[in-house]
């Protein structure tokens, strides 16, 4: 298992920083290395959601809302060869008009994966890094 942590502070209110990048679709339009994010699920994004996801280096792979909780923050889960939990805490400051994007990144891998993982950290930790600045990017753009 490894976990990254990692931060932005973005110039925006929590509310506007949640409802840009909850839902795990807005990740097409900020993330250039997403090709698949597709609700599977009726009804509005919340927990218990549900997606058909794929990244540039992954197989189509199931991610779940496994909280969601507006305008704090929202977790998911996905059960691929590398098992990855995404905390997300919104933590708002200068009287609520920006906010630190608190991220919590830990990944699990399975099967063979295992061997290679420690290499695959390093290229992790530094997408995890850009993903920051990327949402950064999107919200306040």
């Known amino acids: ?32 290395k997403v090709r698949v994010m597709e609700k599977l699920t009726e009804g509005e994004v919340g ?5 058909r996801a794929k990244w540039t280096k992954s197989p189509l792979l ?11 923050g929202w977790a998911t889960h996905n059960d691929g060869a590398i098992a990855v939990d995404l ?10 008009h920006a906010t630190i994007l608190h991220s919590r990144f830990e990944a699990h891998a399975h099967g063979a994966l295992r061997l290679i ?21 999107r919200v306040e753009g």
């Open 62 to 72: 199931e991610l779940e809302i496994v909280r969601f909780d507006r305008p704090y």
């Open 47 to 51: 927990e218990g959601s549900r997606f």
């Open 87 to 96: 905390d997300i805490t919104l933590e708002p400051v200068d009287d609520g």
């Open 117 to 137: 993982f420690p290499l695959l950290l390093v290229s992790l930790r530094r997408e995890e890094a850009r993903n920051m600045q990327l949402v950064k990017r």
């Open 1 to 32: 298992m490894a976990v990254i942590n990692s931060e932005v502070r973005i110039e925006r209110p929590p509310e506007m920083v949640f409802d840009s990048v909850s839902d795990p679709r807005s990740e097409l339009e900020w993330n250039p």
